[in-house]
């Protein structure tokens, strides 16, 4: 370190948060930073990774038990005998009713995690989920299954928006987009894993269970590991990062000093002043707006996508292998999308990478819609799979929306309330994407879904034309202000909300 910092008195485990945070900037050794960002990635990203991945894997296994008997068993999809046409309205719900549970769960969650300690919070909801996970192979009936999904969706509302509010508390401003793109890639990475599980379960001809009871049971199993392991170990916030030296955690806090964005203090209230402003300001709705109409896709692919590939013209197997290259466009294109805006050229490209990802998901779109799926003797088409791959890209797009909402806001509460806000808007888009697909329009290839998913993602992009609007306008409006400089250092962790800080800048 240099002289100043060689001087300054190593802050012991002990001290208090805010005099660790103190009112003034202090030089940090850039070899030292880069050595605790080193350690904060180690310990967050995989942990986070495999946490969302089995976030998306355990409400993602329906869509493939669907293949293996469930729908059967739990009587989910039934056959009009006057007509022969099979009604599968009730896997819609199914796939739906655990939206539902996440919405009713959102607010509470969210209170929970602004009022205690994350890890005092985070940790028993886990193991709970896990619990009502691995449940789902001893129900009997297709109402059990709703009441199961929904309270399965209910405790597993506290997993995106604690990771939220996690990154936004230990990552710059520059960092973030990256770091939310990696956690949130593990939904690609469970697709290609957890498919090629399923794909060794359905294998199963014997034994005290069906092959869709076994993956549930799975399932469960790796989310309590992922409880008890990580979740009750989870430091709260930099201050108190026991995997990190007194002097790293000085240096972990004094890193976000310079994007204004504030840390989170051990002993919080929730701010009134903060959550009006956050209900009145139209950027956060605008993030919303993006996060659910793009996030319709993924109802219907997690509830339908192996059922609507078995009908392109490949059986029940190929149908779980076909997932491979959806998961990997969205593995690969997640984090790939959060390098690109966390480079130093790619601050501001986080809008416009977003707005691109979405012309090859309206490609998938039409290609689906408008090919071949089997007919006139035709086996195993080509070009409906290829347009589901492209549909993978939907990944970025909702990755780029939680970033934009992650990285735009300033105030503990007003961040808790843009994770809630943003996860209820994901809620709402998975709750109607399995809605549009109309089992009895089959054989005209299910024109309400992709009609309806084109709308949702031109909605999409007008959105997020708007956000970079009044983004620019705003930035451009605060750089005219010509403001004192000194002063930024000892605004930043006085708790302001984007709104009164000046010295906050937005990233588009």
């Known amino acids: 370190m240099n002289e100043a910092s060689n001087n300054e008195k190593i802050t012991p485990p002990t001290i208090a948060a805010s005099d660790l945070m103190g009112t003034e900037a202090r030089p940090i050794d850039p070899e030292v930073e880069r050595r605790v960002l ?12 495999i946490g969302y991945g089995l976030v998306y894997y355990d409400k993602a296994i329906l869509g493939s038990a669907a293949l293996f008997g469930i729908t059967t068993d739990l009587e989910l999809a039934v056959v009009d005998p006057t007509t022969g046409k099979t009604d599968t309205s009730r896997l819609s719900w199914a796939t739906s009713i655990f939206y539902f549970g996440q919405l009713v ?26 619990v009502i996970c691995a449940a789902t192979a001893g129900v009997t009936t297709w109402q059990g299954l709703l009441v199961q999904r929904f309270f399965l969706g209910f405790t597993e509302s506290i997993v995106p928006t604690a990771f939220m509010t996690i990154v936004s508390g230990y990552y710059t401003q520059a960092e973030q987009a990256l770091r939310q793109a990696i956690w949130f890639s593990g939904t690609g990475w469970f697709t290609i894993a957890g498919s090629a599980l399923n794909y060794g379960f359905a294998q199963i001809r014997s034994g ?4 869709w009871q076994y993956i549930y049971v799975l399932a469960g199993g790796l989310t309590a590991l992922f409880g008890l392991l990580w979740c009750t170990v989870l430091p709260d916030s930099p201050v108190d990062a026991w995997f990190l030296s007194p002097e790293e955690r000085l240096v972990a806090v004094e890193r976000l000093r310079a994007g204004q964005t504030g840390v989170r203090a051990p002993r919080r209230t929730i701010k009134p002043a903060q959550l009006r402003e956050a209900a009145l300001d139209v950027k956060i709705w605008l993030v919303a707006l993006i996060m659910g109409s793009a996030y319709t896709v993924n109802g219907a692919v997690s509830g339908f996508g192996p059922l609507i590939v078995s009908t392109f013209g490949y059986s029940a197997l190929e149908s779980i292998l076909f997932q491979f290259p959806l998961g990997a466009v969205s593995a690969i294109g997640i984090p790939l999308a959060g390098w690109l805006c966390a480079s130093h050229h790619g601050r501001n490209l986080r809008i416009a990478t977003l707005i691109l990802c979405c012309l090859p998901v309206l490609a998938g779109y039409v290609v689906i819609w408008k090919s071949s799926w089997g007919e006139g003797g035709v086996r195993r088409p080509v070009a409906p799979v290829v347009g589901y791959s492209l549909v993978g890209f939907f990944g970025p797009v909702v990755s780029l929306a939680v970033s934009l909402g992650a990285a735009n806001v300033a105030g503990e509460t007003k961040r808790s309330f843009v994770a809630a806000a943003v996860f209820v808007a994901y809620c709402v888009g998975n709750i109607v994407g399995p809605q549009l697909v ?14 309806g998913l084109i709308i949702f993602y031109v909605v999409t992009i007008v959105a997020a034309c708007a956000l970079y609007v009044i983004l620019s306008r705003e930035n451009k409006r605060r750089e005219e202000l010509g403001l004192d400089e000194r002063e930024r250092d000892r605004m930043a962790f006085k708790d302001l909300t984007d709104k009164e800080n000046p010295y906050f800048r937005y990233v588009l």
């Open 38 to 49: 080193r350690k904060i990635d180690m310990f967050l990203m995989p942990a986070m990774v």
């Open 105 to 130: 769960g959102s607010y509470p969650m969210t209170y929970a995690l602004q009022r205690f300690k994350t890890r005092l919070v985070l940790g028993p909801a886990v193991l709970l989920w896990a």
């Open 208 to 211: 005290p269970l069906r092959p």
């Open 438 to 451: 109309r089992s009895e329009t089959r054989a005209e290839h299910y024109p309400a879904l992709w009609t």
